[in-house]
């Protein structure tokens, strides 16, 4: 699996949109984006993937550029809940296990 | 409810002997997994298992045993051969084919003194 690199903390305004980065500069053709965050002391729960047209659900937008090296995870409207260790994977589909780097500590502050 | 759970949630044990943390899940989930993370870093694989009866080591295995007898548990033991065993431990598990949406239990800290 390609590995990401993710910048270690990040702060935003409670009501803005909070862009997360991650590169993945290796990225291979059968490789997805996938986002995953974890609250303190909780385990991680899966926000958002993506091969590489940009997706998105409830929680998230995932956006992927098009040569597919970097990606951008936003959150639209950021509450205090979502403080919580973003982590950016790349992962082939079927490759049976996810491999987390250190992530993004995103903190939201009023 | 459905849903994956670990216990107990914190768990002390003397130094030299083995543990075993609890893994259930009742979402009828072919795939479990077990993770470790240590402070301020990501999560490391321990071993999964895609079958009853068969599991495979991850990347750090060493000091780790499972078992797999029944569909809904995957118990980990933490054996003295473990030479950091203080650590946050996460147990998950995913439909096979949907491996990237694996749902994880709530973790059971592990300290040992």
């Known amino acids: 699996d390609a590995k990401t690199t993710q910048p270690p903390s990040m702060d935003c305004a409670e009501g803005r949109a909070a862009n997360l980065p991650c590169n993945h500069s290796?990225?291979?053709?059968?490789?997805?984006v996938y986002w995953y965050r974890q609250i303190h002391s909780q385990g991680p729960q899966y926000i958002i993937h993506?091969?590489?047209n940009n997706e998105t659900n409830e929680m998230a937008s995932l956006i992927i550029t098009e040569d597919r090296k970097s990606s951008t995870l936003i959150l639209p409207h950021a509450t205090l809940r979502d403080t919580a260790v973003y982590y950016c994977?790349?992962?082939?589909?079927?490759?049976?296990?996810?491999?987390f780097g250190q992530g993004t500590r995103l903190t939201i502050n009023p | 409810d459905g849903g994956i759970t670990q216990s107990p949630k914190y768990l002390f044990r003397k130094e030299g002997q083995n543990v075993t943390l609890s893994c259930e899940q009742n979402?009828?989930?072919?795939?479990m997994y077990w993770y470790r993370q240590d402070p301020g870093q990501g999560l490391r694989l321990i071993y999964y298992?895609?079958?009853?009866?068969?599991?495979q080591k991850g990347d750090i295995a060493e000091g780790y045993s499972v078992s797999r007898e029944k569909k809904e548990s995957f118990p980990l033991t933490v054996t003295s051969a473990q030479k950091n065993p203080t650590a946050f431990y996460l147990c998950?598990?995913?439909?096979?084919?949907?491996?990237?949406?694996?749902?994880f239990g709530q973790g059971t800290r592990l300290t040992v003194v």
């Open positions: 998950a598990s995913s439909i096979l084919t949907r491996e990237h949406e694996a749902f």
């Open positions: 290796t990225i291979s053709g059968n490789e997805y």
């Open positions: 993506g091969l590489k």
């Open positions: 994977i790349v992962r082939a589909e079927g490759a049976q296990k996810l491999v």
């Open positions: 979402l009828n989930h072919d795939a």
């Open positions: 298992s895609q079958i009853v009866n068969d599991f």
